[in-house]
């Protein structure tokens, strides 16, 4: 089902049944599966501070042109002379003066980006208890997205308590972060789709809802619903990042929300999950 048309959106109810939600939840709480770290750091587009350039420029010549005022008529040589000092001057200013900023944003904002909990099955055992529910995942997501399952990351478990959330981020990459970019296209390239299901139900007044931020989305929020699939897409088709799709996992008032995602990726992906027989019924 269609929940947004451009960007597009969708829901696909039923993609995991109630016992397989239930045993993923039950796995992940009871240790049986592998932690996963996650990066609480808050990322900068550095793209978007091409305008600290002209500020640097604009504050030297400045600064040149005022130093030799005094003179009758300055001369280009002498400009250029007093130009080199006062260009190194503004760049020491402006980069203090960011760096500061970005360390305010890291300790404002960095460690609380998260703070839920996640496993991955990336190293899950054919035998395990959660295997079917897994393979039966990634197949059927394979079946739906008509990408192979060698280009889906490895699914990552992930539970919000009470007082949880995610900030508003995005999933794929943008050109402008460059260490996570060149990260991504060492492990399939950019994300293009996205697929959540969540594990179990919350209602609006538990909170937990996926809300996406941009205007254009009218104001979307997808309350958590057993079973269902969310699925939405970070980058364009030619892995040009999507500004549209910034969204956030809601504060979770009462209970605990569960989820369980993945990412469609340009190329395959070392670490996916492969080894898994498809089940009898991973048709969509």
Request: one cysteine or more; a neutral charge.
């Amino acid at each position: 089902m269609q929940l947004h048309a451009e960007p597009p959106v969708y829901v696909a109810h039923g993609f995991l049944s109630d016992e397989e939600c239930g045993r993923l939840r039950q796995a992940a709480a009871a240790g049986e599966l592998q932690p996963l770290p996650y990066d609480n750091k808050a990322l900068v587009d550095t793209h978007r501070l091409w305008p600290l350039a002209f500020v640097v420029a604009a504050g030297a010549a400045f600064d040149a042109w005022h130093g030799l005022s005094g003179d009758a008529a300055p001369t280009a040589a002498a400009l250029a002379a007093a130009a080199g000092p006062a260009l190194l001057r503004w760049a020491v200013l402006v980069g203090g003066l960011l760096g500061a900023a970005l360390a305010a944003l890291n300790f404002t904002v960095g460690g609380r980006v998260f703070t839920g909990a996640k496993w991955t099955v990336a190293k899950l055992e054919p035998a395990h208890g959660t295997a079917p529910a897994i393979s039966r995942f990634i197949h059927r997501t394979s079946r739906l997205l008509g990408t192979p399952a060698d280009r889906l990351e490895p699914p990552t478990v992930t539970r919000y308590e009470r007082g949880q959330y995610q900030r508003r981020h995005f999933d794929a990459r943008p050109d402008g972060d460059p260490a996570g970019l060149k990260q991504f296209l060492e492990a399939g390239g950019q994300r293009l789709v996205q697929v959540v299901v969540y594990l179990n139900t919350l209602d609006r007044e538990q909170g937990g809802g996926t809300h996406f931020s941009h205007p254009c989305m009218d104001g979307l929020t997808v309350q958590p619903r057993r079973g269902d699939a969310l699925i939405f897409f970070p980058a364009f088709a030619d892995g040009k990042f999507d500004d549209r799709m910034a969204h956030c996992g809601e504060v979770v008032r009462l209970g605990e929300k569960w989820i369980l995602n993945t990412w469609a990726c340009q190329r395959p992906v070392p670490a996916a999950v492969t080894y898994l027989p498809p089940p009898p019924d991973a048709e969509i």
